[in-house]
């Protein structure tokens, strides 16, 4: 079974930090879009029958948006 990624506790803040973060930060905010995007079409590979190149293509670009959120909220 398939289940959303939990970004918080990787980056180790709450729900309300984030958001509070992405209120002043339009950055940030594309970035966790753009990661839910990907989560979200990550999850949908994995509960269907798609190929592994292509769930393993989404999972790396997941981890590359995660690491720019890092990078942009510990500069």
Do not use: F, W
Request: proline share 1%; net charge negative.
């Amino acid at each position: 079974m398939s289940a959303k990624h939990n970004l918080l506790a990787d980056l180790n803040i709450t729900a309300e930090e984030l958001a509070t973060a992405e209120q002043s930060d339009a950055r940030l905010n594309a970035l966790h879009e753009k990661y839910n995007e990907i989560d979200r079409q990550v999850v949908e590979v994995e509960a269907g029958y798609a190929d592994e190149e292509e769930l393993t293509a989404l999972r790396k670009q997941r981890l590359a948006v995660k690491d720019e959120i890092v990078a942009h909220l510990n500069p």
